[in-house]
């Protein structure tokens, strides 16, 4: 099953035959050529006039954006960190899974003592993708080790 939203924002949805070879249904990815072979099913199945895209955009993503905006704000625009420079905590800030934001949150609010030398932001960014690299790996391994239920 495939669904989509039309110009106006109504969602639709269709059942599809085995359109692009092997899809995996229990994902909402699709390769550039399942893409494309979807697409032209579609297309001839609704009729070219019509408009619709596969991309997938929920309200939560939205509102997960703006929690995401509206936190950077504050990192830029708020009380001067003390345990990091401001570069610190925007490099910090982009650790997967808002686990930066909640590094920024429980070190700097709830726990602001003085720290001498204050991080810099090379260290924020060595840091972020050190544990960018080191989530990925477990989600990895979680999802090897896991069985798909």
């Known amino acids: 099953m495939i669904v989509w939203l039309d110009r106006a ?6 059942e599809v035959p085995d359109v692009a070879g092997s899809v995996d249904h229990n994902t909402s990815y699709f390769s550039d050529l399942q893409r494309r072979s979807v697409t032209e099913w579609l297309t001839k199945q609704v009729g070219p006039d019509s408009s619709f895209s596969l991309e997938r955009r929920t309200p939560a993503s939205t509102v997960g ?6 936190a950077l704000a504050f990192i830029v625009f708020g009380p001067r960190p003390v345990r990091g420079t401001r ?17 920024y949150a429980v070190r700097e609010l709830m726990h602001p003592e003085v720290v001498r030398p204050r991080r ?20 990895m391994t979680a999802a090897w080790l896991v069985p798909r239920l």
Request: net charge negative; charged share 0%; proline share 4%.
């Open 9 to 14: 924002n109504h969602p639709h949805w269709i």
């Open 65 to 70: 954006l703006a929690f995401g905006l509206a």
């Open 87 to 103: 570069w610190y905590w925007f490099w910090i800030a982009g650790v997967p899974l808002g686990l930066g934001f909640a590094a």
């Open 120 to 139: 810099s932001g090379f260290d924020g960014f060595v840091t972020t993708i050190i544990c960018g690299f080191v989530l990925a790996g477990l989600t």
